[in-house]
Protein backbone atom coordinates (compact mmCIF):
# COMPACT_ATOMS: atom_id res chain seq x y z
CA UNK A 1 0.00 0.00 0.00
CA UNK A 2 1.42 3.31 -0.69
CA UNK A 3 2.62 4.94 2.45
CA UNK A 4 0.59 8.51 1.80
CA UNK A 5 -3.04 8.46 2.55
CA UNK A 6 -5.00 9.36 -0.28
CA UNK A 7 -7.20 12.44 1.46
CA UNK A 8 -4.11 14.72 2.32
CA UNK A 9 -1.16 12.52 2.46
CA UNK A 10 -0.85 11.50 5.47
CA UNK A 11 1.80 9.29 6.81
CA UNK A 12 -0.28 5.91 6.52
CA UNK A 13 3.25 4.14 7.51
CA UNK A 14 2.35 5.88 11.06
CA UNK A 15 -0.98 4.94 11.42
CA UNK A 16 -2.50 2.17 13.54
CA UNK A 17 -3.38 -1.28 12.13
CA UNK A 18 -6.50 -2.90 13.69
CA UNK A 19 -8.58 -5.93 13.02
CA UNK A 20 -12.17 -5.88 12.77
CA UNK A 21 -14.14 -8.23 11.58
CA UNK A 22 -11.24 -10.26 10.32
CA UNK A 23 -10.17 -7.32 8.11
CA UNK A 24 -7.00 -5.90 8.95
CA UNK A 25 -7.38 -1.98 8.46
CA UNK A 26 -4.74 0.83 8.73
CA UNK A 27 -6.34 3.84 10.12
CA UNK A 28 -4.56 7.27 9.14
CA UNK A 29 -2.82 9.39 11.78
CA UNK A 30 -3.86 12.52 10.85
CA UNK A 31 -8.10 12.05 10.36
CA UNK A 32 -8.33 8.49 11.12
CA UNK A 33 -9.73 7.54 7.53
CA UNK A 34 -9.73 3.45 7.29
CA UNK A 35 -7.75 1.68 5.05
CA UNK A 36 -8.49 -2.23 4.02
CA UNK A 37 -4.56 -3.39 4.02
CA UNK A 38 -5.47 -6.12 1.17
CA UNK A 39 -7.97 -3.98 -1.05
CA UNK A 40 -7.23 -0.36 -0.23
CA UNK A 41 -10.32 0.49 -0.08
CA UNK A 42 -11.72 2.87 2.45
CA UNK A 43 -15.19 3.10 4.35
CA UNK A 44 -14.68 6.73 3.15
CA UNK A 45 -14.99 5.80 -0.64
CA UNK A 46 -11.16 6.64 -0.92
CA UNK A 47 -8.63 3.93 -2.00
CA UNK A 48 -5.60 3.45 -2.21
CA UNK A 49 -3.00 1.54 -4.30
CA UNK A 50 -2.03 -1.82 -2.80
CA UNK A 51 0.73 -3.95 -4.58
CA UNK A 52 1.32 -7.92 -4.30
CA UNK A 53 3.96 -9.10 -1.85
CA UNK A 54 6.07 -11.98 -1.73
CA UNK A 55 8.25 -13.35 1.23
CA UNK A 56 11.00 -15.31 0.29
CA UNK A 57 14.12 -16.89 2.71
CA UNK A 58 13.59 -13.00 4.55
CA UNK A 59 13.82 -10.45 1.70
CA UNK A 60 10.56 -9.04 0.64
CA UNK A 61 9.58 -8.60 -3.00
CA UNK A 62 6.82 -5.78 -4.20
CA UNK A 63 5.19 -6.02 -7.70
CA UNK A 64 5.65 -2.45 -8.99
CA UNK A 65 5.52 -0.94 -12.43
CA UNK A 66 7.23 2.28 -11.34
CA UNK A 67 10.54 2.98 -10.16
CA UNK A 68 10.98 2.94 -6.76
CA UNK A 69 12.33 4.79 -4.39
CA UNK A 70 15.24 3.64 -1.38
CA UNK A 71 15.04 7.33 0.26
CA UNK A 72 13.59 7.84 3.20
CA UNK A 73 10.75 10.38 3.23
CA UNK A 74 11.50 13.88 4.46
CA UNK A 75 10.21 15.32 7.29
CA UNK A 76 8.30 18.46 7.46
CA UNK A 77 9.26 21.10 9.84
CA UNK A 78 6.77 23.07 11.22
CA UNK A 79 7.69 26.85 12.31
Known sequence: MDARCAHSGGPLCDGDIEEADGVLQVF????????NLKTGKSSTGLEQQVYEVKLDEGNVYVKHSGEL???????VKET
Request: net charge negative.
Open 69 to 75: SLQPFSQ
Open 28 to 35: CPWHDYDF
